[in-house]
C-alpha cells in the first residue's frame, strides 16, 4: 500500500468529488491535508457546502507584504510529512507556498517523494519569477498539471517532459446527469415563467465568482448590443462577488436589468440543472475556467475569447463548432457577432449537446481525473526504486 500525503490550503467544494475518487484508488492510502476554512473570497469549501470528507485539519498562516504576492504557510501539513509515514506527498505547487518549499526539502530526509499540483505556466515567463518558479518545479518529483499547454510550454523553457504528468480538472458529471434526469418540465417552465422569459427568448449563463477577471461586463453590454436589434436575449448569473453591484448598475445603465438575473450563489446541482436547462449558451469574456467543464457538463457550449495565455486550463475543453466558439479578444463586436451566430435563427446547444457531455466524460471526469494523479504518484515510487 502507497501512503499518499495531498496537501493542499482549502479543499473548494467542487473537489468533493475527485478526493472521494482518490479515496478509492487501488493500492493508495491518502490522508488529506487542509484548513477547513476558504482562502478565498465568494468560494465555499467542501464542508461548508455540505460534503462528507475525511479531512487533517491544518490552519494556513498568510503573511501579506506590500507590492507582492500572498506567502501562505501552513505548519500542520509539513509537521505530517516529518512523522515519516508517507511514500508520496502532493504539495500546491505555488512558489509563494512556504509549506511546499519545506516539503520539498524535508521529504527526502524522510523517504517522501514530493509531487507538486499546479497549473504550471499559462504564458511564457522569464526574469526574477521565472528563476524561483522553475527552482520549485526542479525540486519535485513531479508536476501534476492542469493542461496539455503547460506541458508544453515548460518543456520549451527547459523542464523535462517525462516528470510532467497533465491529470487535468473536474467537477461532478454524475451529479449533473442525475440532475438532468430529475429535471421535471414543469420545474424548468415555472422557472422560465418566473425569469419573463418569452417564447424565442434566447438565454445566456454564467456559473462561478462574479470576479473583474470574468469581465462580466461585456456579457451585460452584449445583451443591450442584442436588444437594439430588437433580440430578446437574457443572462443568467449564477455566483456572487465584488462585481455584483457594479453589473447591476451597469445593466440598469443599458437599459436590460428586466433581462439580467442575479441569482446569487448555487451548489446544489437539482437547483442549477434547472437554469442550465432553460439556457442555450454559457458566455465567458476571460478567464474561462471552471465554469467552462460546468457548462459543458449540461450540454452547454461555451463562447470565450480566441488568447490561451489569457485563459485557464480548461479552456482546452472548448472545441470551435464543436463544443464553443471563440470571438477575437478585445473585440467587442466580435464577441457580440459570435454570440448572435451561436443563438440565432438556432440555439447551437440543439446541436452541440451531445458532444459537450462527451468531452467532459472522456478527459474531465472526477474518476479519470483521480486515475491519471494515482498513476503520477506510482510512476514517483518508480522512480524511487
Not at 197 to 210: A, K, M, T
Not at 221 to 243: D, M, Q, Y
Not at 308 to 328: C, D, K, M, N
Request: hydrophobic share 45%; net charge neutral; aromatic share 8%.
Amino acid at each position: 500500500m502507497i501512503r499518499v500525503l495531498l496537501q493542499q490550503n482549502t479543499v473548494a467544494h467542487y473537489r468533493a468529488r475527485l478526493y472521494d475518487s482518490l479515496s478509492r484508488e487501488p493500492g493508495l492510502e491518502f490522508e488529506f491535508v487542509a484548513d477547513p476554512r476558504s482562502d478565498t473570497p465568494f468560494m465555499a469549501t467542501a464542508l461548508e457546502a455540505g460534503h462528507r470528507l475525511e479531512l487533517t485539519a491544518c490552519r494556513v498562516w498568510k503573511l501579506s507584504l506590500p507590492g507582492l504576492p500572498e506567502i501562505y504557510f501552513q505548519p500542520g501539513a509539513l509537521g505530517r510529512l516529518l512523522v515519516g509515514e508517507f511514500d508520496v506527498a502532493i504539495a500546491l505547487g505555488s512558489p509563494y507556498s512556504i509549506t511546499s518549499w519545506l516539503m520539498l526539502l524535508v521529504g527526502p530526509l524522510v523517504g517522501t517523494r514530493v509531487l507538486l499540483w499546479t497549473h504550471g505556466l499559462l504564458a511564457p515567463e522569464s526574469g526574477p519569477k521565472w528563476w524561483l518558479r522553475r527552482l520549485l518545479y526542479r525540486c519535485s518529483a513531479g508536476l501534476l498539471l492542469y493542461g496539455n499547454r503547460a506541458k508544453v510550454l515548460l518543456s520549451a523553457q527547459g523542464l523535462a517532459p517525462t516528470s510532467m504528468f497533465v491529470v487535468r480538472n473536474s467537477l461532478d458529471p454524475d451529479a449533473q446527469a442525475l440532475a438532468e434526469v430529475g429535471l421535471q418540465a414543469d420545474s424548468t417552465a415555472s422557472l422560465r415563467q418566473r425569469l419573463e422569459i418569452r417564447p424565442g427568448d434566447r438565454v445566456l449563463i454564467f456559473i462561478g465568482r462574479l470576479q473583474p477577471v470574468k469581465r462580466l461586463d461585456l456579457v451585460v453590454r452584449a445583451i443591450g448590443a442584442l436588444r437594439a436589434r430588437s433580440l430578446r436575449v437574457h443572462l443568467i448569473l449564477l455566483g456572487e462577488g465584488s462585481e455584483r453591484e457594479a453589473l447591476e448598475r451597469l445593466a440598469e445603465q443599458q437599459g436590460v436589468r428586466p433581462l439580467v438575473h442575479f441569482e446569487g450563489a448555487k451548489y446544489e446541482e437539482p437547483e442549477i440543472a434547472a437554469f442550465f436547462g432553460i439556457s442555450d449558451l454559457c458566455v465567458i469574456p476571460s478567464g474561462a475556467g471552471l465554469t467552462v467543464m460546468h457548462a459543458l457538463g449540461y450540454g452547454t457550449p461555451v463562447i470565450t475569447h480566441d488568447r490561451p495565455e489569457l485563459q485557464f486550463p480548461e479552456v482546452e475543453a472548448i472545441s470551435p463548432g464543436e463544443t464553443g466558439e471563440f470571438y477575437r479578444e478585445g473585440d467587442f463586436d466580435s464577441m457580440v457577432d459570435v454570440v448572435l451566430r451561436a443563438l440565432f435563427p438556432e440555439s447551437m446547444k440543439t446541436r452541440a449537446a451531445p458532444a459537450c457531455r462527451a468531452r467532459i466524460l472522456a478527459d474531465y471526469h472526477p474518476t479519470r481525473h483521480a486515475a491519471r494523479m494515482a498513476e503520477a504518484v506510482r510512476s514517483a515510487m518508480a522512480g524511487a526504486l
